[in-house]
């Protein structure tokens, strides 16, 4: 199983139905990866309310320092705000990190990060950036179900671990599975050109982020 992410193939999924196209609050400052770019505290916690229930993140920046940071700046402004569980493929992951409003995804697409060393493991819990090569992480993450150690030989490197809740992303809707070509999950092409329209519309059992935190 591999996990790309950009233009490349990349994908997971409730019976409760999620909004449409969401008001993006803070588009303007979104609209700007360049500016958003704090260095995140040493170790801080992400509160995600999800249209299944609650589940916190804790990160801790020395394990991956360029990625932490980015997932601070996404958080602190509003850019996992309805967003969808796109990519849900049971014993393995769950992927997020495509925004609802193409207008807002679209700069994110080349805002690219350097790498980081691979100092934790993938196992269940630990959060990581999705990646189509070297250097390639944007805004895409993923969420381990189980223990994915083969990942950490081909450059994934986690930066946080789910403390709180991972009962509520072991719940998060699987039935679209994997993404297309490969499986009938969304096209991810489609959802940088069309954003939430097209999930609501294709896949409206998806579950979503209603918000996403920095918790004090």
Same mark, same amino acid.
């Given at each position: 199983?591999?996990?790309? *992410? /950009?233009?490349? +193939?990349?994908?997971? #999924? !409730?019976?409760?139905? $999620? &909004?449409? %196209?969401?008001?993006?609050?803070? *588009? /303007?400052?979104? +609209?700007?990866?360049? #500016? !958003?770019?704090?260095? $995140? &505290?040493? %170790?801080?916690?992400?509160?995600?309310?999800?249209?299944?229930?609650?589940?916190?993140?804790?990160?801790?920046?020395?394990?991956?320092?360029?990625?932490?940071?980015?997932?601070?700046?996404?958080?602190?402004?509003?850019?996992?705000?309805?967003?969808?569980?796109?990519?849900?493929?049971?014993?393995?992951?769950?992927?997020?990190?495509?925004?609802?409003?193409?207008?807002?995804?679209?700069?994110?697409?080349?805002?690219?990060?350097?790498?980081?060393?691979?100092?934790?493991?993938?196992?269940?819990?630990?959060?990581?950036?999705?990646?189509?090569?070297?250097?390639?992480?944007?805004?895409?993450?993923?969420?381990?179900?189980?223990?994915?150690?083969?990942?950490?030989?081909?450059?994934?490197?986690?930066?946080?671990?789910?403390?709180?809740?991972?009962?509520?992303?072991?719940?998060?809707?699987?039935?679209?599975?994997?993404?297309?070509?490969?499986?009938?999950?969304?096209?991810?092409?489609?959802?940088?050109?069309?954003?939430?329209?097209?999930?609501?519309?294709?896949?409206?059992?998806?579950?979503?982020?209603?918000?996403?935190?920095?918790?004090?």
């Amino acid at each position: 199983m591999t996990i790309r *992410a /950009g233009i490349f +193939a990349l994908g997971a #999924a !409730l019976l409760l139905a $999620a &909004p449409s %196209t969401p008001a993006f609050a803070q *588009a /303007g400052n979104l +609209a700007n990866p360049g #500016a !958003l770019n704090e260095k $995140a &505290p040493a %170790t801080f916690k992400a509160k995600f309310d999800t249209s299944k229930g609650a589940f916190v993140v804790e990160v801790n920046r020395d394990w991956a320092p360029n990625g932490a940071d980015r997932f601070y700046n996404l958080v602190k402004n509003g850019f996992f705000d309805n967003v969808r569980f796109f990519r849900v493929i049971s014993g393995f992951m769950v992927q997020f990190g495509i925004n609802g409003d193409p207008n807002v995804s679209a700069p994110w697409r080349s805002a690219r990060i350097k790498d980081d060393p691979v100092r934790q493991s993938n196992k269940r819990g630990y959060i990581t950036y999705a990646m189509a090569g070297p250097d390639t992480r944007t805004t895409q993450v993923f969420i381990n179900f189980a223990d994915n150690a083969g990942l950490d030989g081909q450059g994934f490197a986690p930066f946080g671990r789910v403390i709180s809740g991972m009962d509520v992303v072991d719940k998060l809707n699987a039935e679209y599975g994997e993404g297309a070509p490969r499986g009938r999950g969304p096209d991810q092409f489609r959802m940088q050109q069309e954003g939430n329209a097209y999930l609501s519309k294709d896949f409206p059992r998806l579950d979503f982020v209603r918000k996403a935190t920095i918790e004090p």
